[in-house]
């Protein structure tokens, strides 16, 4: 098949649009001519491509998965022939950043405030993920970031900026039995636990640490979201134990009491991932400085406690 390279600019302007008007506009193109390239790409590649949804137009699953794999090339194309000087108040451009629950809740308010004052173009989309497919989302340019552990083998594409070093902490409502007090293994052990399960299990790293000193604990409840815990806590006798930055903000100013878990939990150090094709996109650049500043912010605003550090 003789491609003409040409359409692959055209069908990714529609793609980034989702209007062949729109694409035409920013092609600086005629909408027939938009339309003329369309038909050429139904008969290049023997699919519809596009199909009419009300003023726009959606793609078939066979243009979906071509953009997934064009499209980071055809940037960094862009990028090499024609680079443009980064303009934050007039950029307009979407990124796409996989996060978990509680990465949206710590991050999602200051960043979209740095937008609203920096970059009011961009758009900040929160894209679901799991461990396993952190590296395939990155390399097939199905998301830009993603906020997670970056692991010793990860592919050599893949760059990393560490943010933060994850704590668990056990919190409860100030008026648990077993606040403001020293916490022990036995009393721990014996209490009614609330644990965010995202999967719905009921067993998690505390379990398997436990087990291994022929303890075990009772799960009587769990949530998917990290944004319940802190009213649930307040509200009834469960302890919980979980990163530190699911609880932060309700810690520092009083409302739960916080302290150290009585089992030793591995420390997670959480980073800002992204693929080195666009290591030096100025936009890129602009949201990972962004997310760095945003970071040391929360740090200021929001020590550690010490006693999540006492040995």
């Known amino acids: 098949m003789k491609l003409d390279l040409n359409l692959l600019v055209i069908f990714d302007a529609i793609m980034r649009e989702g209007s062949v008007s729109r694409a035409a506009g920013q092609l600086a193109m005629t909408q027939p001519a938009v339309s003329n390239a369309l038909s050429r790409m139904r008969a290049t590649f023997g699919d519809p491509v596009f199909i009419k949804d009300g003023r726009g137009v959606s793609p078939t699953p066979f243009a ?88 010793p083998n990860m592919a050599p594409q893949l760059k990393h900026l560490h943010l933060f070093d994850s704590y668990f902490a056990c919190a409860m409502g100030n008026h648990h039995p077993l606040a403001q007090k020293p916490l022990s293994l036995a009393d721990y052990a014996q209490a009614d636990h609330l644990m965010v399960s995202l999967s719905g299990d009921t067993q998690g790293v505390v379990d398997c640490i436990l087990s291994d000193q022929d303890l075990c604990r009772r799960v009587a409840m769990t949530t998917n979201h990290f944004s319940a815990v802190p009213k649930l806590l307040k509200e009834t006798n469960l302890i919980a134990t979980l990163p530190f930055s699911a609880i932060f903000e309700y810690s520092t100013c009083g409302e739960l009491w916080v302290t150290k878990p009585p089992v030793e939990l591995p420390t997670k150090p959480v980073s800002l991932i992204w693929h080195e094709r666009n290591e030096r996109n100025p936009a890129h650049r602009w949201l990972r400085q962004a997310m760095a500043e945003i970071t040391e912010e929360l740090k200021a605003e929001n020590p550690l406690p010490q006693c999540l550090l006492a040995g």
Request: aromatic share 8%; proline share 6%.
């Open 64 to 151: 979906t998965s071509l953009w997934q794999q064009v499209r980071a090339n055809l940037q960094q194309l862009r990028d090499a022939v024609d680079p443009q000087p980064f303009d934050p108040q007039n950029t307009r451009q979407a990124f796409r950043l996989g996060v978990s629950d509680l990465i949206v809740d710590i991050y999602w308010s200051r960043l979209r405030g740095r937008v609203e004052r920096e970059a009011p173009g961009v758009d900040i989309v929160a894209v679901p993920f799991t461990m396993a497919t952190v590296e395939s989302s990155l390399l097939n340019a199905e998301v830009d970031f993603v906020v997670a552990q970056a692991g």
